[in-house]
């Protein structure tokens, strides 16, 4: 088994000749692309179909540039030859953009694109795609403006996105004297030890003064810059824009935090009655909200996490264990924290390959396992989506998070299937730890992003306004089930999401994700293998409609609350087990 990923598969190293040839050739593309879509021609059919295969054949060489820097970006955040990749690749992607906006006010121009989609089989198939470039073309900046703007945005919040990635990465904290990388820091959350996960709080809380103003600068310029972008795409507001790129309606959102807002108080009892079991009086301090409750502390080797992980998922189908099988073989996971690795985890997918790359920071907690589950959930979303054309691959964020965390619900239940008497209030803290991040702390993220936001059309915030903002946010969605004395002021500089330019309000599809995987779960349990075949089309056209027209598809209606009380009440019904088997322990 491997334990660094392999990018090999890309290219040798970067002095393999192949790699000085793609990068020399993408912009000579997309100025061939650019090209096409402006030069004239009579039959719209023949020029629509010869612009389609250009862009899906200019997208699989980016793909494979793209992965192999952003990639070992992550995992070394020095690398002179891949930092050195990213200015002009950001300008193959700024160029691009430019491409796709021309071609989407040449799409709006056609009377007859109907006609031109039935017309021909390869186009019907990226039918949705092509009458949404179309769409869109309402809501693109300025012809005049739009280089102009792509440019500045590259020394603007595109720089400050890096800049902020690598200044987590290789921000290092001081734990019980001796200077450890962030992500292990944090990985100490899951400590059995009661001491060690106190004083890791402390050193991570500590370590952040030291970039708190860089953090900021970057926070608020690229929210700023957001709405900026937002205004001159003719939408009200950042939100109004994330959800039209989402391909999600404002009514779903506000269903799904109305169930959320409704469970909240009995939330808040699991935090309490968690608190009360490790000794706390006033509620859970931040740093146990990731505290192993039971008797068993279990952690587990990489080597126990795959052979669980497999036995799990061939159960529900041997394709998912298979692929999880020749991702842990053949390199496709980077598994430990190290010096000048980012912190957290997450999955890229290579759709001309029909491969995925994993990061995770594996320290041997459930919750790790738990990941790994989430982000091979991913992959296999992407070779679910391997069955369709590329141009339909483009998987809105919130649909994005199904299959993720589908796998985290198998995974519990399968493990709770097993679990005795004493392990059920370990398994179910486990589930419950998960699921109340997914619902409440998201919730908190979600608030305070808005509240960032906000204040952008009057001021930059400054260090202790966001501090305060993200305490104010956690009062908010966790209440009095968290310690008011211990919380954490600078979850805006931990979480990376804040910092996305492309995707702002980059918390709500976690939370969407997370409850829409639940209902599916529900669904295999009562329909059991048959399910299987369903769920698997169901991933592969995650790219080709609008959410609320996709999740409709298998009788999901997603837009009213209903839907959102059932998937929250599931998550419910476990804090109230919780919360009894706790009193019970505690007598």
């Given at each position: 088994?491997?334990?660094?990923?392999?990018?090999?598969?890309?290219?040798?190293?970067?002095?393999?000749?192949?790699?000085?040839a793609?990068?020399?050739?993408?912009?000579?593309?997309?100025?061939?692309l650019?090209?096409?879509?402006?030069?004239?021609?009579?039959?719209?059919?023949?020029?629509?179909?010869?612009?389609?295969?250009?862009?899906?054949?200019?997208?699989?060489?980016?793909?494979?540039?793209?992965?192999?820097?952003m990639?070992?970006?992550?995992?070394?955040?020095?690398?002179p030859?891949?930092?050195?990749?990213?200015?002009?690749?950001?300008?193959?992607?700024?160029?691009?953009?430019?491409?796709?906006?021309?071609?989407?006010?040449?799409?709006?121009?056609?009377?007859?694109?109907?006609?031109?989609?039935?017309?021909?089989?390869?186009?019907?198939?990226?039918?949705?795609v092509?009458r949404?470039?179309?769409?869109?073309?309402?809501?693109?900046?300025?012809?005049?403006l739009?280089?102009?703007?792509?440019?500045?945005?590259l020394?603007g919040?595109?720089?400050?996105?890096?800049?902020?990635?690598?200044?987590?990465?290789?921000?290092?904290?001081?734990?019980?004297?001796?200077?450890?990388?962030?992500?292990?820091?944090?990985?100490?959350?899951?400590?059995?030890?009661?001491?060690?996960r106190?004083?890791?709080?402390?050193?991570?809380?500590?370590?952040y003064?030291?970039?708190?103003?860089?953090?900021?600068?970057?926070?608020n310029?690229i929210?700023?810059?957001?709405?900026?972008?937002?205004?001159?795409?003719?939408?009200?507001?950042?939100?109004?824009?994330?959800?039209?790129?989402?391909?999600?309606?404002?009514?779903?959102?506000?269903?799904?935090?109305?169930?959320?807002?409704?469970?909240?108080?009995?939330?808040?009892?699991?935090?309490?009655?968690?608190?009360?079991?490790?000794?706390?009086k006033?509620?859970?301090?931040?740093?146990?909200?990731?505290?192993?409750?039971?008797?068993s502390?279990?952690t587990?080797?990489?080597?126990?996490?795959?052979?669980?992980?497999?036995?799990?998922?061939?159960?529900?189908?041997?394709?998912?264990?298979?692929?999880?099988?020749t991702?842990?073989?053949?390199g496709?996971?980077?598994?430990?924290?190290?010096?000048?690795?980012?912190?957290?985890?997450?999955?890229?997918?290579?759709?001309?390959?029909?491969?995925?790359?994993?990061?995770?920071?594996?320290?041997?907690?459930?919750?790790?396992?738990?990941?790994?589950?989430?982000?091979?959930?991913?992959?296999?979303?992407?070779?679910?989506?391997?069955?369709?054309?590329?141009?339909?691959?483009?998987?809105?964020?919130?649909?994005?998070?199904?299959?993720?965390?589908?796998?985290?619900?198998?995974?519990?239940?399968?493990?709770?299937?097993?679990?005795?008497?004493?392990e059920?209030?370990?398994?179910?803290?486990?589930?419950?730890?998960?699921?109340?991040?997914?619902?409440?702390?998201?919730?908190?993220?979600?608030?305070?992003?808005?509240?960032?936001v906000?204040?952008?059309?009057?001021?930059?915030?400054?260090?202790?306004?966001?501090?305060?903002?993200?305490?104010?946010?956690?009062?908010?969605?966790?209440?009095?089930?968290?310690?008011?004395?211990?919380?954490?002021?600078?979850?805006?500089?931990?979480?990376?999401?804040?910092y996305?330019?492309?995707?702002?309000?980059?918390?709500?599809?976690?939370?969407?994700?997370?409850?829409?995987?639940?209902?599916?779960?529900?669904?295999?349990?009562?329909e059991?293998?048959?399910?299987?075949?369903?769920?698997?089309?169901?991933?592969?056209?995650?790219?080709?409609?609008?959410?609320e027209?996709?999740?409709?598809?298998?009788?999901?209606?997603?837009?009213?609350p209903?839907?959102?009380?059932?998937?929250?009440?599931?998550?419910?019904?476990?804090?109230?087990?919780f919360?009894?088997?706790?009193?019970?322990?505690?007598?």
């Open positions: 088994m491997k334990t660094n990923w392999d990018l090999t598969v890309f290219y040798k190293d970067y002095d393999d000749p192949q790699y000085a793609d990068m020399k050739a993408l912009p000579e593309q997309v100025k061939a650019a090209a096409l879509i402006d030069q004239p021609d009579e039959d719209a059919a023949h020029k629509v179909r010869a612009i389609v295969d250009a862009m899906e054949a200019l997208s699989n060489l980016s793909e494979r540039v793209s992965l192999m820097n990639l070992t970006i992550s995992v070394d955040a020095d690398h030859q891949a930092n050195a990749a990213q200015t002009p690749m950001n300008r193959v992607f700024m160029a691009y953009a430019q491409c796709e906006s021309s071609f989407s006010r040449y799409l709006a121009s056609l009377d007859n694109l109907d006609e031109i989609i039935a017309g021909d089989e390869e186009l019907a198939k990226r039918g949705f092509l949404e470039y179309a769409e869109n073309a309402r809501h693109q900046i300025d012809e005049k739009e280089g102009p703007v792509l440019k500045m945005q020394s919040g595109k720089a400050l996105s890096q800049l902020r990635g690598k200044l987590e990465a290789t921000l290092t904290a001081n734990f019980r004297g001796e200077e450890i990388p962030l992500s292990a820091v944090r990985g100490k959350a899951y400590d059995p030890d009661p001491k060690v106190k004083d890791a709080y402390e050193a991570e809380i500590d370590c003064k030291k970039i708190e103003i860089p953090m900021a600068v970057c926070l310029s929210k700023a810059e957001g709405e900026t972008i937002a205004e001159l795409r003719g939408y009200d507001g950042i939100l109004d824009m994330t959800l039209a790129d989402s391909r999600l309606s404002a009514k779903t959102l506000e269903a799904m935090w109305t169930a959320i807002r409704e469970a909240l108080p009995e939330l808040r009892e699991y935090f309490k009655a968690k608190g009360r079991l490790l000794g706390h006033n509620g859970l301090p931040f740093y146990d909200l990731f505290a192993p409750i039971g008797e502390t279990t587990y080797t990489i080597e126990q996490a795959r052979a669980l992980l497999l036995e799990v998922f061939e159960k529900f189908t041997p394709e998912m264990s298979g692929m999880m099988a991702a842990f073989d053949e496709w996971i980077d598994v430990f924290p190290k010096k000048g690795k980012r912190g957290g985890a997450f999955c890229a997918g290579c759709y001309s390959q029909n491969i995925s790359r994993v990061m995770t920071n594996f320290s041997g907690s459930l919750s790790d396992v738990s990941t790994l589950a989430h982000e091979l959930g991913h992959a296999f979303n992407n070779k679910m989506l391997s069955r369709v054309p590329l141009l339909m691959t483009d998987t809105p964020m919130p649909l994005a998070e199904t299959a993720s965390t589908f796998n985290e619900t198998v995974l519990a239940a399968e493990l709770m299937k097993k679990a005795d008497a004493a059920e209030l370990m398994l179910l803290d486990a589930s419950l730890t998960e699921n109340t991040q997914v619902m409440v702390d998201i919730y908190s993220r979600f608030l305070f992003e808005q509240k960032v906000a204040a952008q059309a009057d001021h930059a915030l400054s260090v202790q306004e966001l501090k305060d903002a993200m305490l104010w946010a956690q009062d908010q969605s966790y209440g009095d089930g968290l310690d008011p004395d211990v919380r954490h002021p600078y979850m805006w500089a931990c979480k990376s999401h804040y996305s330019t492309g995707r702002h309000f980059y918390n709500f599809p976690y939370a969407f994700g997370g409850l829409f995987g639940r209902g599916l779960y529900a669904r295999y349990q009562a059991g293998q048959a399910f299987v075949p369903v769920y698997c089309d169901l991933l592969s056209r995650f790219g080709s409609d609008t959410i027209n996709v999740t409709a598809s298998v009788g999901i209606d997603v837009t009213t209903a839907f959102w009380r059932e998937a929250v009440g599931t998550v419910v019904e476990e804090a109230k087990r919360a009894q088997l706790a009193q019970e322990e505690m007598k």
